[in-house]
């Protein structure tokens, strides 16, 4: 196969990432420290950029993660739904050091589905009359008002798959799918951090989570650390 | 006496009819599945997971099979894991029939608070917002009032809004209370006759 969906596999992290400047917005999958792109994160740090908006759901926690991005102090803005017990990212908003825009879960996720789809706006009963419509347009219809939310677009998006093809087509493993295939769909520049590289045809089509079309670069990694953030048991 | 954060899980538990599907909020909502009878409903956590089974056995954790709370699950047969937008499709489109949320404070019209305190540390919105206006009902399951003794069942919430005209139940620990416009009805009390008014009163500024 030739063209732009040929040699999608690059030979490191750095390669990868080496369209990436200052200012960009980077969007991440993973829910809390679930479904990171491990080494893609790291090799951001390695870059030595600054002022990056970051679009993530938690931007880390317990100094893992996207918390190491607040550490280097490289993100000038974060929009996320939730902080909970991230110290890293209480303090810096606290300062003034990173903006932070607070958004409700399914409306995050959806801005970048709407973004990827081609869609610039949605109408969305999620924050009806809370200080998540100020400033926002409102329409009833059907007897029900709605906010206006705006598709929210990234430069690189950075995604953790389990298995990915050399086309780009991938499988998630459990819960750590979560936010890694809107984000691929909404970036110019999407990047995945596979733990296992097939060739073409090991997948069924029928099996595809996320389709290769919204891949652009492929990096293997084997090994992550797979971090727990709660790690909660039963008594056998 | 006051019910026991059991008694208020176990009281929760027999609101969710068999075959729900149910979203559990973080906190004493996630034990409400203890009093659950086996195959009684499917449990939805937004990140993307439905079917949610217990907590794993030693040994068998797996970091990327977690609930909302981050906390490492199980997922039970037929049950299924999809994306972000996919779970909180079924939210926002009604197919999750209860969520059960924890609240800092519920008003009689059945407005909800509970994702922020005035002047307190933000903790953000998560998935409290579409779970509070997209599940078809919403019961709270929460003290009765705060650490300081403040009413959290107000005529008006003062808190930042969740969302507006949502809660069908408040379960709490000295009964069970259906917002209704203007008053909480009262539904049951913990301690039947032997409960003070008074400070039933107090308590529901």
Known sequence: ?236 | MPYSTEDMARRAAREIPAGSIVNLGIGLPTQVADYLPANHAWLHSENGLLGMGPFPYEGEEDPNLINAGKQTVTVLPAGSTFDSATSFAMIRGGHVDLAILGAMQVSASGDLANWAVPGGKVMGIGGAMDLASGCRRVIVLMQHTTKKGEPKLVARCDYPLTATRVVSLVITELGVFEPTGEVFRIVELADGDGLKFDKLFVTSG
């Open chain 1, 1 to 236: 196969m030739s063209g732009k969906h040929a040699n999608k596999v690059v030979a490191s992290i750095a390669d990868a990432l080496a369209p990436l400047r200052d200012g960009m917005t980077i969007l991440v999958g993973g829910f809390g420290l679930s479904g990171n792109p491990e080494a893609l994160i790291r090799g951001v740090l390695e870059r030595g950029v600054r002022d990056l908006t970051l679009v993530s759901n938690n931007a880390g926690n317990l100094g893992k993660g996207l918390a190491q991005w607040l550490h280097a102090g490289i993100i000038k803005k974060v929009i996320c739904s939730y902080i909970g017990n991230n110290e890293d990212l209480h303090t810096r908003m606290a300062s003034g050091e990173v903006q932070v825009e607070i958004t409700p879960q399914g409306t995050l996720a959806e801005r970048m589905r709407a973004a990827g789809a081609g869609i610039p706006a949605f109408f969305t009963p999620t924050g009806v009359g809370t200080v998540v419509e100020d400033g926002k347009e409102t329409r009833e219809i059907d007897g029900r008002r709605y906010l206006l939310e705006r598709a929210l677009h990234g430069d690189i998006a950075l995604v953790r798959a389990q298995t990915a093809d050399h086309f780009g087509n991938v499988r998630f493993w459990r819960t750590a799918r979560n936010f890694n295939p809107v984000m691929a769909t909404a970036a110019r520049l999407t990047i995945v951090e596979c733990d296992r590289l097939v060739a073409n045809g090991t997948i069924d089509p029928d099996d595809v989570h996320l389709a290769g079309i919204f891949v652009h670069r492929i990096v293997h990694v084997p090994e992550h650390e797979n971090a727990f953030e709660y790690r909660t048991v039963r008594k056998r």
